[in-house]
Each structure stands twice: as structure tokens, then as C-alpha cells.
């Protein structure tokens, strides 16, 4: 349960981060006449209930079976992700329109302190996006996955702003709407990164063949295994942090039953000793050649 722990403590360290930046930037906003920044705190707003999702699914995925669940719990990760897009979509929808609106509507220019709010924000988002990224790759978590580019959207809506704050600053008078549009196109962003989130936890819903390096993985450490001639179909589908390992392998055809048995059960726990990853592993025996 290490990589489930770990991702827990990762979701935590995002909440927080989240909750301190959508203050700090509500507040920069609303003083410092940028609706850049208002936007950017709407969409931190938004990150702080999807990551409180991301951590209810990490918990929930590591219930173990049970009879109504004989797979596990796993699959409401890629559920919840799907919650996350969601509210990556909507943050997108209200940006996009209060940014027009804002477009629309004469209004000071953003004071130039709000710069150095930005660029201290751009910096830790960065490195929050890293430091999530890197452990839902560790964890092999698909809703940390889209949570780590929760904070890498927020760094590009961060950057937007920024140089729509810059644009205002430096042409003066006429140029006030800069942020606004900045804010309108990063928006576009965060749509576009919401689709790159989305399609991967559909193809775990689907279990979608997307694994080879993880079959050839396999197929080279049951070779290993003595009695295993040869392997031939391998599927393998995801749930949660985890997988589960159909593995058909040729084994001599003039072996008794028993020895057949004995050969698939050594397999099986050599190859989740080997992989820490798996599961579970259902071994098929299949004869090297038809015996009479």
C-alpha cells in the first residue's frame, strides 16, 4: 500500500497549495484591478474540489475486495478523474465568459505589483506540478496524473496573465483589457489539457490495449520460470494504481495435471514478486504440442 499512501500525501500537499493560492490571488486580483488574476483564483478554487475528489478516490481505491467487488476497487480512479475534467471544463467556461464580459466593460489598468505576485506564483505551481507529476508517475496514478496538470493549468493561466498585466503596464491607456484577454486565452488551454487528461482514463476505463511494455515485462520474467516453455496471449487491464494479468503460457504436454498446476502457481508469484504492480495474475496452461 506504499504507492497508495504516498499518493494520499501528495493529494493533501496539493489542497493545501491550492486553498493558500486561491486566497492569495483572489485578493491580488480584486486590489490590483486584474480579472486575470480573479480567474486564476476561480480556477485554484475549483483545483481544491477536485483534488478533495482525487484524495476520496485514493482511499476509496484502496478498499480491498470484496463479493460485489471481486476486481477491486480501482476503477473509480479513472471515474473520478473524469470529475476532475469536469471541473477543469467548467473553471474553463467561466473564465472564457467572464473574460469576455470583462472585455466588453472599460476598467482600470491592473496595478504593477500584481506582476511579482504572478511571477511567485508561475514559480511554485511550476514546482507543485513537478513534484505531482512525478509521484502519480511513481504511484502510477491516473487521478494524480490529472491533478498534477490541475497546477500545470494554473501555471499556464498564471502566465497568460502575466503578460497581459505586462501588455497593459507597458502601452498604457487603450491596452487595459490585456489580462482579460490573456485570461480568454488561457482558458482555450486548459480546455485543450482537459482532453489530454480525459483520453488516457477512458482508455483504463475501456481497458484499452496500452500496456506492451508491461507484457514484454512479463513474457521475459516467465521465461524464467522452470516449466515455462513459451507465452502467448498476455492481456492486461488497469484498476486504480494496479493491474490484472490474463497470461497464457505452452508448458511439456506430457506433464501431469498437478506438475501443470504447480508450474502456474510458482509462475504466479514469481512474476508479482518481480512486479510489484501486480494485482493478480490468472495463468492458462496450454500443451507445447497434442498428446493421445
Known amino acids: 500500500m506504499d504507492n497508495e499512501n504516498t499518493a494520499i500525501r501528495t493529494t493533501y500537499f496539493s489542497i493545501i497549495g491550492n486553498t493558500s493560492l486561491?486566497?492569495?490571488?483572489?485578493?491580488?486580483?480584486?486590489?490590483?484591478?486584474?480579472?486575470?488574476?480573479?480567474?486564476?483564483?476561480?480556477?485554484?478554487?475549483?483545483?481544491?474540489?477536485s483534488s478533495l475528489l482525487v484524495l476520496f478516490g485514493l482511499k476509496y481505491a484502496k478498499k480491498p475486495a470484496d463479493d460485489n467487488h471481486p476486481y477491486g476497487h480501482g476503477k473509480i480512479e479513472p471515474l473520478i478523474t473524469f470529475l476532475v475534467v469536469a471541473f477543469l471544463v467548467t473553471s474553463a467556461t467561466i473564465i472564457a465568459y467572464e473574460s469576455i464580459q470583462h472585455i466588453m466593460t472599460p476598467h482600470k489598468t491592473p496595478k504593477a505589483w500584481t506582476l511579482i505576485i504572478l511571477g511567485t506564483i508561475?514559480?511554485?505551481?511550476?514546482?507543485?506540478?513537478?513534484?505531482?507529476?512525478?509521484?502519480?508517475?511513481?504511484?502510477?496514478?491516473?487521478?494524480?496524473?490529472?491533478?498534477?496538470?490541475?497546477?500545470?493549468?494554473?501555471?499556464?493561466?498564471?502566465?497568460?496573465?502575466f503578460l497581459g498585466i505586462s501588455i497593459a503596464l507597458i502601452f498604457g491607456e487603450g491596452y487595459e483589457t490585456a489580462d482579460d484577454w490573456a485570461a480568454l486565452f488561457a482558458s482555450g488551454f486548459i480546455l485543450y489539457n482537459s482532453f489530454l487528461i480525459f483520453r488516457p482514463a477512458l482508455g483504463e476505463i475501456m481497458d484499452e490495449h496500452?500496456?506492451?511494455?508491461?507484457?514484454?515485462?512479463?513474457?521475459?520474467?516467465?521465461?524464467?520460470?522452470?516449466?515455462?516453455?513459451?507465452?502467448?496471449?498476455?492481456?492486461?487491464r488497469k484498476s486504480g494504481m494496479r493491474y490484472h494479468v490474463d497470461l497464457h503460457i505452452i508448458v511439456n504436454g506430457d506433464i501431469t495435471v498437478r506438475e501443470g498446476h504447480e508450474i502456474a502457481h510458482d509462475l504466479k508469484d514469481?512474476?508479482?514478486?518481480?512486479?510489484?504492480?501486480?494485482?493478480?495474475?490468472?495463468?492458462?496452461?496450454?500443451?507445447?504440442?497434442?498428446?493421445?
Request: with cysteine.
Open 270 to 292: 514469481y512474476l508479482m514478486e518481480q512486479i510489484p504492480n501486480l494485482e493478480n495474475v490468472l495463468i492458462h496452461i496450454e500443451p507445447d504440442r497434442l498428446t493421445f
Open 210 to 236: 496500452l500496456y506492451d511494455d508491461l507484457i514484454a515485462e512479463i513474457r521475459m520474467h516467465a521465461k524464467e520460470v522452470d516449466g515455462v516453455i513459451e507465452t502467448e496471449k498476455c492481456f492486461i
Open 122 to 161: 508561475i514559480v511554485w505551481k511550476e514546482v507543485s506540478y513537478r513534484i505531482v507529476l512525478n509521484k502519480s508517475i511513481k504511484t502510477n496514478s491516473s487521478s494524480l496524473k490529472a491533478d498534477a496538470w490541475h497546477h500545470r493549468s494554473d501555471a499556464i493561466t498564471s502566465v497568460m496573465a
Open 22 to 49: 486561491a486566497v492569495i490571488k483572489g485578493l491580488a486580483g480584486i486590489f490590483g484591478n486584474s480579472y486575470a488574476l480573479i480567474a486564476d483564483a476561480i480556477e485554484s478554487t475549483t483545483d481544491i474540489f
